[in-house]
């Protein structure tokens, strides 16, 4: 008898650990999608877009 009350307690535990681990996986994850919205929603310097124009175009092959 005492073996399956310390199972349940055991798999409470452990439904409790999955979804605090779940509930910090998607905060992690929506904290990191909303910096790289704000970061891509900031202008480049013109340094930087030189930098991606030299990274893109040579990758286009001329006809």
Do not use: H, Y
Request: overall charge positive; aromatic content about 12%; charged content about 20%.
């Amino acid at each position: 008898m005492m073996v399956s009350e310390f199972t349940f307690s055991s798999n409470a535990f452990v439904v409790v650990g999955l979804c605090l681990a779940m509930f910090q996986t998607f905060w992690i994850m929506s904290v990191l999608a909303k910096n790289r919205r704000q970061r891509g929603a900031q202008p480049l310097s013109s340094r930087d877009f030189q930098k991606e124009l030299d990274r893109i175009l040579p990758t286009i092959d001329p006809p």
